[in-house]
Antibody, heavy 120, light 106 residues
Framework: QVQLQESGPGLVKPSETLSLTCTVS????????WSWIRQPPGKGLEWIGY???????NYNPSLKSRVTISVDTTKNQFSLKLSAVTAADTAVYYC??????????????WGQGTLVTVSS | SYELTQPPSVSVSPGQTASITCSGD??????ACWYQQKPGQSPVLVIY???KRPSGIPERFSGSNSGNTATLTISGTQAMDEADYYC?????????FGGGTKLTVL
């Protein structure tokens, strides 16, 4: 079964770029849709974007200008970069798998999540 | 932008039926799914494509979706069902989550 694990710095300075990686085991990043989702402390879930077909992407319009999602199929990993971060970007960041795609798909499984704090 | 609205909180007595709603414009024409999240844990899928249960999810969890409202129903609610629940749907190839509902079993 597919398992996901996020990794990356837990602390990022304001105005810098947040970078996270999700390592996939039990499945191939060359198939399916791979998403990033975040959750600010004490708040709800916010979809960031997804990558599929080994490179096509779709992003949340509210974050689109700052987000880049990429994939490394040789390492079976996909990554998130979020630029010009502020304290409002402090959140638990999850990676998740969607096997069906837009309009019909659901997220399962999810990674365990990683807390990223934006602070100087 | 498309929005999904959930009640912030729902309370239920053990053994009773809990219903959590998710409202959105013509939501019945889309597929809705539901996630359960317990404190400190990742969300877990409990219902997908309106009314399907993933393997391992108890039969007491069921879903429906019609008109402008999707509903998650938990029959014979147990103390272990106390958690936050989020609905999710798609709009124009983007993902939308509801704001979440805290289910209290008391």
């Amino acid at each position: 079964q597919v398992q996901l694990q996020e990794s990356g710095p837990g602390l990022v300075k304001p105005s810098e770029t947040l970078s996270l990686t999700c390592t996939v085991s039990g499945g191939s990043t060359s198939s399916y849709y791979w998403s990033w989702i975040r959750q600010p402390p004490g708040k709800g879930l916010e979809w960031i974007g997804y990558i599929y077909n080994s490179g096509s992407t779709n992003y949340n319009p509210s974050l689109k200008s700052r987000v880049t999602i990429s994939v490394d199929t040789t390492k079976n990993q996909f990554s998130l970069k979020l630029s010009a971060v502020t304290a409002a970007d402090t959140a638990v960041y999850y990676c998740a798998s969607n096997r069906v795609g837009p309009s019909r798909g659901w997220f399962d499984p999810w990674g365990q999540g990683t807390l990223v704090t934006v602070s100087s | 932008s498309y929005e999904l609205t959930q009640p912030p909180s729902v309370s239920v007595s053990p053994g009773q039926t809990a219903s959590i709603t998710c409202s959105g414009d013509r939501l019945g024409g889309k597929y809705a799914c539901w996630y359960q999240q317990k404190p400190g844990q990742s969300p877990v899928l409990v219902i997908y494509q309106n009314n399907k249960r993933p393997s391992g999810i108890p039969e007491r969890f069921s879903g429906s979706n019609s008109g402008n409202t999707a509903t998650l129903t938990i029959s014979g609610t147990q103390a272990m069902d106390e958690a936050d629940y989020y609905c999710q749907a798609w709009d124009s190839s983007t993902v939308v989550f509801g704001g979440g509902t805290k289910l209290t079993v008391l």
